[in-house]
């Protein structure tokens, strides 16, 4: 199967998934359906789903077969579900007032626009358990796997990484620098923030993969290394992007990290260092990702994809 084809197949696979797993709004008026109206809302607002597919990619790896590969992707499914969760409640509360306040998110009016700050505090806070749920029921027949996933979520998620980068990142904005008001940011504390606030999350994707696939424990850690140098660069090319496109192309407010004084990897490096050094990250993302065994190929162009994705 060529990339595009597989690609959309698991697009596909995961959105049906998505579908299923995440409550509906009730058929009946007995429940708050607002709640899951704007779970919904953010969730199905066509993001790129990169760390669903770095989970089913990576518990392909595990396949001898294409039959193996359908199944544990299958498998993979509802972890790639619960971490698409915990990502979309990250970005409502991210978007809130208190934090980037911001307007405009996967192409829509963020959670807290499109209804109000409430039900979009409740809305991330829903999502985040919901991960947990999904994770509890789906894999409650192989509890070996349900505890080893909770494990790697929960602490993707903690205060000591997705939360403790974001705090960190708040707290690094608009002290008065130099310029003005500007953060004082050092290399180092930018990549300690997206260490965590944003590698974290893709690290557990592939180790939830790699974990539903059967990988070994020094694959795993093959492919923890691998979602740190990928989150790096992702992150980095998150920042060259809101310097460089425009917000119809990215689907939320461009230009917005320069206007809040917040250090990126463009303040403090430059566009073009900036580029450079996302192209290191992911060459070493990629040359761990193609000592695993199985067949690679496919994660290979996801994670080299993502250097050079236009939103
Ligand atoms: C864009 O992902 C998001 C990031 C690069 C990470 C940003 C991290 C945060 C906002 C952390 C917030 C944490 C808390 C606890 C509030 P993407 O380009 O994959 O977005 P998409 O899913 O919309 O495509
Ligand atoms: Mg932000």
Redesign the pocket.
Known sequence: MDFPTKLNSLLARFEASLDSLVPALPATPAGPARIHAAMRHSLQ???????PLLALAAAGLGARTPEESFQLVASALPAAVAL?CI??????????PC??DDDL??GRPTCHRAFDEATALLA?DALLTEAFVILATSYAGRSDIAAALVRVVADA?SGLR??G??MQ?LMAERRPGPGGLASTASAADLDFI?LN??AA?LEASLMCGGLVGGLAPAELDTLRHAGRELGLA??IV?DVLDATTDTATL??TAGKDARAGKATYVSIHGITTAGRLAAERTEAALALLRSLPGDTAFLLELAGGMLV?R?
Not at 45 to 51: D, E, L, M, T, V
Not at 87 to 96: C, E, G, V
């Open positions: 607002a066509g993001g790129k789903r990169i760390r698409e990502h979309t409640y990250s970005l409502i509360h991210d978007d809130l934090m980037d998110r996967r991330g998620a997705l939360v980068g974001q990142d997206h606030k944003t999350m992702f992150q998150d689907g939320k994705r939103k």
